[in-house]
């Protein structure tokens, strides 16, 4: 490299001027030293640095370079994407071919394991041959006065001024780079600060470090880098920007890959015969970009982006990364972080095939799909019929074929989709907690006249009036067990009100079911005793929502946050303590139990009390061929959403059709039977492999006994609601009558 860092041309007189100067002090010294015997030039050197490795500023001493950061699939193999500002990552001398190494040192520092840092005749020579041709024909830059540049300018714990002035053509700066450099090597070995220049040089198109370089133009780790390759690479550091092949200029490429390897042979790394070998071998080239970020996920798997964004604002949401949420930005893409993610390769491949089975990626409808591991709250998977993409959309389209937004796990614009008859789960949680028990009997008549004030067609006398979608198969003489199985709207809303709706509301929220509408929000915050349509569902939630709720009953009753990673380990190898299953029990286990024990009807499957009669997911029993498994179907007012959750103990997988962008769009009954078999092989595809676990049953005392004498539903005084309740129509929030 030049003596100044590449000064560009032409220079300014003044910059000829401290050349000059600077040319005449050390050749003088040079010359003043050239007589003197090898040993002792050494020790000049040394002593002439004037410094200590502990007056080193820090990042020095202790590099804080940017490194990009990995994500991983859980099986620690399947790389997702990566993240960085620089596309660095450090690795071991020993990783690094040993021809790279001796590439290195020929093309930038002949004389490096004989000097103290600087090395005094080969920076006079330099600087009175620049002087004389007026340029920078030759360099006299050692290689660790190259690192010391390269780590004061790149160091993120530095303000941009500071990492300006390490390139700075003064001579201040130059010396201090000498005197740096020289407390480098008194405490350093050299191998140690060629490994540490080695993964900091910048080698073009964007490539810092040796093994980014390696993957960059090759496609390999440096370990395996022949010497025609590391030749190629070494001759880049000079210039790398002008010698890159990748962007065209393969002739200076390969001129100065011949300078390299004749240095080598020159310093008898190799001799003049591999040499000329190595200069007759083709320039094959085989570029690979590194993804960064979310839309620059694997080839042909832009599904895993929404994944990747749920991660990523799991991240910025991690103290353990930095005080702010932008210092834990870019923590991530500097940190070199390693993160072994949740996601499982095979569940989300199915999960995606089955979305886009049910909706193509034109469909204005969607299918997002999220899958849960019970006990852990791992993410093993979030698919939907879209592409996770910035491109533009045909015709002005909002969220198809291509959008970013989190569809599956909502925030920012998303606050969900109504579930339907999936949160009579939380009615059935509350009614036992409360000491009823699965054999809790009512005659459910096809309309139930309830105290809420309603017009419309769905109103009785003046008040809200919910029906059976069904009251041939639905009404009459009801337990939880066949009530849940057939989805019976009017037993589930009576059952509500003798539990009372504030304790179904809070039940939803303590099993991770979050409010982000606005109006759904406030409803649950000030007047949940009152929200009585809620246990069929009109309050939007999400698959990744929906799913963990599920989970929990699995879990028999303990609650684990969603998490979508399984390790995080920084750039030296030592683990975060981030990102351990964060659970507590929420449930008393025999009331999750007995929860499970209703939930096998709907699915076609038997109590171990034989009291399921009846449900409305019977098929898939038959595609996880018997294996015990459990769930409930919902379908909301005029079928505009239908959603499945299924469970086994070892997973819980939600799926939700709806259309994103507009919730007056009805999807339709007939797309039901196609979310229930989507949801149900993602489940058989995530249960492959792993032991039939069976679900234990809950104790006699919650099933009761059986046919208990009728209940019939209480007549209370009306409690009309207003628009200051919720903005939304009284048919919109009230009504629901399909289960």
């Not at 839309?295 to 964004?309: K, L, N, P, R």
């Not at 999960?351 to 997002?368: H, S």
Request: hydrophobic content about 40%; some cysteine.
């Amino acid at each position: 490299m030049a003596i100044l860092g590449n000064m560009a041309a032409p220079r300014s007189p003044l910059s000829r001027l401290f050349t000059v100067l600077l040319a005449g002090l050390l050749a003088g010294l040079a010359l003043a030293v050239a007589a003197l015997p090898g040993n002792l030039l050494l020790g000049f050197a040394a002593r002439s640095a004037i410094g200590s490795y502990a007056a080193l500023p820090d990042a020095l001493r202790t590099p804080a370079t940017p490194q990009r950061s990995y994500l991983y699939a859980n099986d620690g193999k399947t790389l997702i994407t990566t993240f960085y500002d620089v596309n660095r990552t450090d690795v071991p001398l020993a990783d690094i071919a040993p021809v790279m190494r001796q590439a290195i040192v020929a093309a930038e520092d002949r004389r490096f394991y004989s000097h103290g840092g600087a090395d005094l005749r080969g920076l006079a020579r330099a600087l009175v041959a620049n002087v004389k041709g007026g340029g920078t024909e030759q360099g006299g830059s050692t290689l660790t006065m190259q690192y010391v540049r390269n780590v004061l300018k790149t160091d993120p714990t530095r303000t941009a001024e500071e990492r300006a002035a390490a390139t700075d053509p003064t001579m201040g700066r130059k010396i201090q780079e000498i005197r740096y450099a020289g407390a480098l090597e008194q405490s350093l070995g050299k191998d140690e600060i060629l490994n540490r220049y080695l993964n900091i040089a910048y080698f073009g198109s964007g490539a810092y470090g040796i093994a980014a370089a390696s993957q960059r133009y090759f496609g390999k780790p440096p370990a395996q880098l022949t010497l025609a390759e590391s030749a190629l690479l070494a001759g880049l550091v000079q210039s790398p920007d002008a010698y890159s092949p990748i962007d065209g200029n393969k002739d200076d490429a390969l001129a100065r890959r011949s300078y390299v390897l004749d240095s080598m042979a020159d310093t008898g790394a190799i001799t003049a015969a591999q040499a000329a070998q190595a200069k007759a071998e083709p320039l094959t080239l085989h570029p690979t970009a590194q993804p960064n970020g979310c839309t620059a996920v694997a080839q042909g798997h832009d599904d895993w982006g929404y994944f990747c964004d749920y991660l990523r604002r799991w991240w910025v949401a991690q103290p353990a990364f930095g005080a702010t949420v932008p210092e834990r930005e870019q923590a991530l893409r500097s940190g070199g972080y390693t993160v072994i993610t949740s996601l499982d390769p095979q569940v989300q491949a199915t999960a995606q095939q089955q979305a886009t089975k049910v909706y193509g990626y034109d469909n204005k409808r969607a299918l997002p799909i999220a899958a849960v591991q019970p006990g852990t709250g791992q993410v093993l998977a979030m698919a939907v019929n879209r592409h996770y993409s910035l491109a533009d959309n045909p015709n002005g389209q909002a969220n198809y074929p291509n959008t970013v937004n989190p569809l599956i796990s909502g925030g920012a614009s998303v606050d969900g989709y109504q579930a339907g008859s999936t949160f009579k789960l939380f009615t059935m949680l509350a009614a036992l907690e409360s000491g009823r028990t699965l054999s809790t009997g009512f005659d459910a008549p096809a309309k139930l006249p309830t105290r809420y004030a309603a017009e419309g067609p769905g109103s009785c006398d003046g008040r809200w009036c919910p029906a059976n979608a069904n009251p041939d198969w639905m009404d009459g003489y009801r337990m939880m067990w066949d009530g849940f199985g057939r989805s019976v709207n009017t037993y589930f809303v009576w059952l509500a009100e003798q539990v009372g709706q504030d304790k179904v509301v809070e039940m939803a929220q303590r099993l991770g079911i979050t409010f982000r509408a606005d109006a759904d929000a406030a409803f649950a915050r000030n007047d949940a005793a009152n929200w009585g349509s809620f246990t069929l569902g009109v309050a939007a939630t999400t698959p990744l929502d929906l799913a963990n709720a599920y989970a929990t009953v699995a879990a028999e009753g303990t609650y684990c946050a969603p998490v979508p990673v399984v390790s995080v380990t920084d750039a030296k190898g030592q683990r975060v303590p981030v990102g351990q299953p964060s659970c507590k029990r929420v449930l008393d286990a025999d009331v999750a139990r007995a929860a499970t024990d209703a939930a096998r009807c709907p699915v076609g499957q038997q109590s171990p009390y034989g009291q399921c009669n009846g449900g409305t997911a019977t098929g898939v029993n038959d595609i996880l061929d018997g294996r015990p498994v459990a769930g409930k179907t919902g379908s909301s007012e005029q079928n505009s959403t239908e959603t499945f959750v299924g469970f086994t103990p070892q997973v819980a997988v939600a799926g939700i059709a709806a259309n994103p962008d507009d919730p007056t769009d009805s999807v339709g009954s007939a797309v039901q039977a196609k979310v229930i078999d989507a949801v149900a092989r993602v489940i058989a595809t995530a249960v492959k492999g792993q032991p039939e676990k069976a679900f234990e049953a809950p104790s006699r005392e919650l099933a009761g006994e059986p046919r208990r004498p009728v209940e019939r539903a209480p007549v209370v005084p009306d409690r009309r609601p207003t628009t200051q309740d919720d903005p939304r129509s009284a048919f919109e929030r009230w009504l629901n009558r399909r289960g």
